[in-house]
């Protein structure tokens, strides 16, 4: 194989990856964060909502189709959704003062600057969601 066949077939292995990506946030916008993404992360985007969360938490579990839906309805409006595990990153959760779960926060330019304690209706987050994508 010539180096000009492997660098094609490189490529062609990375827009497949890329495509495979493409279809998985088309299907689930929200972005899994652990304690090596976090900082990165919310550094790369402008807003950054991300809920903080366990497994074991019912009203974890009754808030996940909510965040879901919101992400899904403003996946185009330039905020990003994340969600990110406490206890696989519980120092995290311990920086930014979560003592409840589930708690969503809101950070601009990578600072915190709202927070919602607990499971929520989807008008209360979209609320939430759209003062930052006017602002």
């Known amino acids: 194989m010539s180096n000009m066949e492997a660098m094609l077939d490189k490529y062609v292995m990375l827009a497949e990856e890329r495509s495979r990506r493409i279809t998985r946030y088309a299907e689930n916008p929200v972005v899994k964060l652990d304690s090596d993404s976090f900082e990165y992360f919310i550094r790369s985007h402008r807003v950054v909502i991300v809920v903080f969360e366990a497994s074991w938490c019912s009203p974890c579990k009754v ?7 919101a992400a899904r309805k403003y996946r185009d409006s330039g905020v990003v959704f ?13 920086n930014y003062n979560v003592e409840y779960i589930p708690t969503t926060l809101v950070f601009v330019e990578a600072k915190p600057v709202d927070a919602l304690v607990g ?8 609320r939430m969601v759209l003062k930052y994508i006017r602002s």
Request: charge should be negative; aromatic fraction near 10%; avoid cysteine.
């Open 82 to 94: 994340a969600r990110i595990d406490t206890d696989e990153a519980s120092r995290i959760a311990d």
């Open 63 to 69: 808030y996940e189709p909510i965040f879901l839906e």
């Open 119 to 126: 499971a929520m209706e989807f008008h209360t987050l979209e």
